[in-house]
């Protein structure tokens, strides 16, 4: 199962999110679960740094995969910020949408600090 947790503050913005665990919803190769949230995250990771304008901290587990971890940055301007925050917001609506078609494969939560 893909487990997917983002952290937000307490004014709702979003922080950081971990992605982890596979899918294996189909073969290896053809699992369209994985596919669908491995599209999703790493185009919300491109366009944050692409369209706000800033590299956020990004971890992948290379070698076993099934792993990325997006952290933001306190520091950025309101305009970045708001930017990252309209893409990270639409990841979360993606893999609600994949949650409901497969939610034998996928797990959301939130952790508000």
Request: aromatic share 8%.
């Amino acid at each position: 199962m893909i487990e997917a947790t983002f952290k937000r503050r307490a004014t709702g913005q979003i922080v950081s999110f971990e992605l982890s665990g596979h899918a294996n919803s189909g073969p290896y190769g053809s699992d369209i679960v994985c596919a669908g949230v491995s599209a999703l995250a790493f185009n919300t990771v491109n366009s944050i740094d692409a369209l706000a304008g800033f590299t956020p901290i990004v971890e992948v587990d290379a070698v076993d995969e099934g792993y990325l971890y997006l952290e933001t940055y306190d520091d950025i301007t309101d305009e970045q910020s708001a930017k990252s925050q309209l893409l990270l917001e639409s990841l979360v609506l993606g893999l609600q949408g994949l949650q409901e078609e497969y939610a034998d494969f996928i797990s959301l939560k939130t952790i508000n600090n």
